[in-house]
């Protein structure tokens, strides 16, 4: 695995019934489009102030999230499916009918060793506020740059709060509307 394009992302649900990869080709675009939501239905799906998602090609999932048993959908509004485990409740992705070849997938669902670094071996201390370790170098900066895909239901952001996401702002979805003009402070 290259540090700058890898083979494959894992992730998965809590309770683990349902592992995903994401897979990287050369073809691959690399960092994906990430873009964050701060729509009602988003942000009641994740318990968050704010989703953040990755976009990626159906086909780059495997395996097929129809083969695991606790694997389920909720049609949260017209044309929009939110995928979750039915066994321990994560939620994992969503599926909208105007992006055909995509599927949405909640950054939180990947794995700690991609977002974080692994935990380098022989650097785990004990000491008297827990554990301390070192990591190796993760993707996370990568994957939750929404200057990609941009910010979405922007007309949501909490002054003060969620207000200070870098990258283009829709005042609903982007699918076809312009972001925003960039403002200075």
Known sequence: MSSE??????????????RYE???????AWPPMIGTCQCSMCRKWTGCLFSTD???EKTQISPD????????????????????????????????????KDVIIFVGTIDEQF????VLEGTVKETE?????????????????????GNLYWQNAIPGVTDHLAGP???QHFIDKAPLPETTP
């Open 54 to 56: 990755l976009v990626v």
């Open 169 to 171: 702002k829709f005042l």
């Open 22 to 28: 994401i897979l990287f080709d050369e073809g691959s």
């Open 129 to 149: 506020h827990g554990k301390h370790f070192e990591r190796g170098t993760g993707y996370a900066k990568k994957l939750t740059d929404a200057s990609t895909a």
């Open 65 to 100: 999230w129809d083969t695991f048993e606790s694997f389920a959908q909720y049609e949260s509004s017209p044309g929009t499916k939110r995928a979750f485990c039915s066994k321990c409740g994560s939620s994992l992705a969503w599926f909208n009918h105007d992006m055909p």
């Open 5 to 18: 394009h890898p083979e494959k992302i894992t992730g998965g649900c809590l309770c683990g019934a349902i």
């Open 115 to 118: 977002l974080m670094g692994k």
